[in-house]
């Protein structure tokens, strides 16, 4: 399966993401921020990164552009659990995310997300 790296300050939001993916197969690196997701991915790249967007060091957005900038391949989904961030989702996909998911998520809603992501 895939190697996915989970990238999200809130430690119960990665372990769920962790218990969701490694399910279904996958291989998991956790970050508890921008700063160290962006350099576990640039030691070993993932085929796929799934990180919140409102963090402390660097936030979501500046790891999503970050990574399509330097990695062309790179894979994102965005995250966030704020109330009316809809805009985030909507500029983290201008930054490059492939899916943008709403918090609180379902197992169902991460799957299918990573799926689409990997196949595409």
Same mark, same amino acid.
């Not at 279904?24 to 160290?36: F, Y």
């Not at 399509?68 to 930054?95: H, P, S, Y």
């Given at each position: 399966?895939?190697?996915?790296?989970?990238?999200?300050?809130?430690?119960?939001?990665?372990?769920?993401?962790?218990?969701?993916?490694?399910?279904?197969?996958?291989?998991?690196?956790?970050?508890?921020?921008?700063?160290?997701?962006?350099?576990?991915?640039?030691?070993?790249? %993932?085929?796929? #990164? *799934?990180?919140?967007?409102?963090? !402390? =060091?660097?936030?979501?957005?500046? +790891?999503?552009?970050? /990574?399509?900038?330097?990695?062309?391949?790179?894979?994102?989904?965005?995250?966030?659990?704020?109330?009316?961030?809809?805009?985030?989702?909507?500029?983290?996909?201008?930054?490059? %995310?492939?899916? #943008? *998911?709403?918090?609180?998520?379902? !197992? =169902?809603?991460?799957?299918?997300? +990573?799926?689409?992501? /990997?196949?595409?």
């Amino acid at each position: 399966m895939a190697s996915i790296l989970i990238v999200d300050d809130d430690a119960p939001i990665r372990t769920l993401l962790r218990r969701i993916l490694e399910e279904d197969g996958h291989q998991i690196r956790e970050a508890g921020n921008g700063e160290i997701g962006l350099r576990l991915y640039r030691e070993a790249p %993932a085929d796929l #990164v *799934i990180t919140d967007i409102l963090m !402390p =060091e660097r936030d979501g957005m500046e +790891v999503t552009l970050a /990574l399509t900038q330097e990695f062309l391949d790179a894979r994102v989904i965005a995250i966030t659990g704020g109330t009316g961030d809809q805009n985030f989702l909507n500029v983290a996909k201008l930054f490059g %995310a492939r899916r #943008v *998911i709403q918090k609180p998520f379902t !197992p =169902e809603e991460v799957r299918r997300a +990573v799926r689409f992501v /990997l196949d595409h």
